[in-house]
């Protein structure tokens, strides 16, 4: 497809187990981008990739977050021992090259709602 | 801190009955500030970005403004197309994240 791939679509998961979540961003797009959006709320920044470097986690809330990209596409990210707190939607996005000053356009996925219960 | 705060949290029109969404925003050094339009169970998608004050962009029934403190989204003759939340976002200096207001949820009825 042409968009940013997002699965699963919905997860639920009981209060403690780990939750892995994956994103498959427009091919060539070089940057990778993991926001958090709470029911109401616009969507919050968690991590940012180049390529394969995550240059950024500075939005993470927590430990139990973590995100890879290995190969500089697909990027999956993990939650470990999930908390009630955790529920929310998780958003991929990518974007191409900074080639102009039009380079902060993000290409959303439909993301991943996650449920603890 | 980077903060934008969006108004109404909410919008009901009529068919045809244009209005404004405003999104006042407080940022060192504003890089750029964007709107964005999210359906119910998708991600944003892009519709502007504004780089300085004074500029505007416009599609379609949709017209971004920009100030030195805050941005307009003006809608003429909306439809019930046009319903959906509006995201209103920016980043400063060198900085690629992006901080989102709230959203505004803009009903238009037929």
């Known amino acids: 497809g042409a968009g940013v791939s997002q699965s699963p679509r919905y997860k639920v998961a009981k209060r403690g187990q780990d939750v892995a979540l994956r994103c498959d961003p427009i091919s060539g797009h070089v940057s990778l981008f993991w926001y958090q959006q709470a029911l109401g709320q616009g969507p919050e920044f968690l991590t940012y990739f180049q390529n394969e470097a995550q240059l950024d986690k500075s939005g993470l809330p927590s430990d139990r977050f973590f995100a890879e990209r290995p190969e500089g596409s697909v990027s999956t990210l993990k939650i470990q021992r999930t908390q009630q707190e955790d529920s929310a939607v998780y958003l991929c996005?990518?974007?191409?090259?900074?080639?102009?000053?039009?380079?902060?356009?993000?290409?959303f996925g439909s993301g991943t709602q996650l449920s603890v219960l | 801190e980077d903060q934008v705060t969006q108004s109404p949290e909410a919008l009901r029109l009529q068919e045809g009955e244009s209005s404004s969404l405003n999104c006042s925003y407080t940022v060192s050094g504003l890089r750029g500030l964007f709107w964005y339009r999210q359906d119910p169970g998708k991600g944003p998608e892009f519709l502007f970005t504004?780089?300085?004050a004074g500029e505007e962009k416009e599609k379609e029934r949709l017209k971004a403004t920009l100030t030195k403190k805050e941005s307009f989204l003006h809608i003429t003759a909306p439809k019930p197309e046009d319903s959906a939340t509006y995201l209103c976002?920016?980043?400063?200096?060198?900085?690629?994240?992006?901080?989102f207001g709230k959203g505004t949820l803009l009903t238009v009825n037929p």
């Open positions: 976002a920016v980043s400063r200096g060198s900085n690629y994240k992006l901080t």
């Open positions: 504004l780089y300085s």
């Open positions: 996005a990518s974007s191409p090259p900074y080639a102009d000053r039009g380079g902060e356009k993000l290409f």
